[in-house]
């Protein structure tokens, strides 16, 4: 079983940056995982992904450039620095991982998920 547990959320003016935190426990140590976000009304979508290893990453094109996942197995963390932001950005984040050592982009293909975090961007 893993638990995963997310914090950095909160309120921030557009052109600041966030750093949210995962923190991982039981043996999720070697797989992948993934930050989603979901604004209200839309559907949980994919922002950014990293193998287990940390050695691939994927972005999204509306993150790309902006955001950097980054994970340090060594303490058991995953992290998204998030720079530029916008009010778009705004959304409840969420760490997932699945039980595999390639990311994916759906979310029905991740087997923990976090209880996720706020982010919201002011403009």
């Known amino acids: 079983q893993v638990q995963l547990v997310e914090s950095g959320g909160g309120l921030v003016q557009a052109g600041g940056s966030l750093r949210l935190s995962c923190a991982v426990s039981g043996r999720g140590l070697s797989y992948a995982m993934g930050w989603f976000r979901q604004a209200p009304g839309k559907e949980r979508e994919l922002a950014a992904a990293?193998?287990?290893?940390?050695?691939?990453?994927f972005y999204a094109d509306s993150v790309k450039g902006r955001f950097t996942i980054f994970r340090d197995n060594a303490k058991n963390m995953m992290y998204l620095q998030m720079n530029s932001l916008t009010p778009e950005d705004t959304a409840v984040y969420y760490c997932a991982a699945r039980r595999f050592t390639g990311w994916a982009v759906k979310a029905s293909e991740y087997d923990y998920w976090g209880q996720g975090t706020q982010v919201t961007v002011s403009s």
């Open positions: 990293i193998t287990g290893s940390g050695q691939s990453t």
